[in-house]
């Protein structure tokens, strides 16, 4: 199993994120706030905007608290001022892994980064050190009842989709970034709002892990997904089925 098919593999790493709830609010409040300020305030006109309340209500976030984080964006509240970063280093077995944060403070989340691949088996490396192993594509997730593989799969193909991929958590749809407002919104008309539609990075090379360097290295994956600053962890890991589930056990 790759680690790039984030949607299936939720397995063994469930049970640490569902400990971390709390920690949910502050990522998606920094997010709204940057994707507010990154365009109109107006989610309509905003698709990183939309994306980011989508994401908010199904995690059950009051209203008024999006509403706040979108004025601090748009200027009305003032308020912190985050920026985007990207991190790149090693796993444990050559694991190749990208971070994604927004922080209104680099030194402290560079530091928080550098501490967690150290502790777990891993190495901070410089801008570009792992980013060639991966692809830069657009992504689009929608749930499984949706609709049928046959019909996701058509209904992609025709908005411009490079490939679709559909199995028990849902529907995958990648595409060329450019690409990425335009397939969602053909695909939006017809199955209504995406689940995820934001840009990601897909493995072009995979690395093949043993029971060993896999229990340590999603130890270093919650220890990054941990961190408040941290919006997203992506590694090229693969690993199999059988280990999976002797380490989800």
Known sequence: ????????????????QDAKRGKVFTKLIRELTVAARSGLPDPEFNPRLRTAIMAAKAANMPKDTME???RRGSGEDGGDSYEEVRYEGYG????????EALTDNRNRTASEVRAAFGKHGGSLGESGSVSFMFERVGLIHYAP??????AMFEAALDAGADDVVSNDAGHEITCAPDS???VRD??????????VARLDWKPSITAPVDEAQAETLFK???ALDDSDDVQRVMANYEVADDVLERLSA
């Open 180 to 182: 990425l407002s335009s």
């Open 68 to 70: 706040r984080a979108i």
């Open 92 to 99: 444990p077995g050559g694991v190749a892994v990208i971070v």
């Open 220 to 222: 270093l994956l919650d």
């Open 186 to 195: 053909a695909l939006e008309r017809r199955f209504g709002a995406a689940d």
């Open 145 to 150: 009842g949706v609709a049928d593989a046959e």
């Open 1 to 16: 199993m790759a680690g790039h098919s984030q949607f299936k593999n939720i397995m063994y790493r469930k049970g640490a």
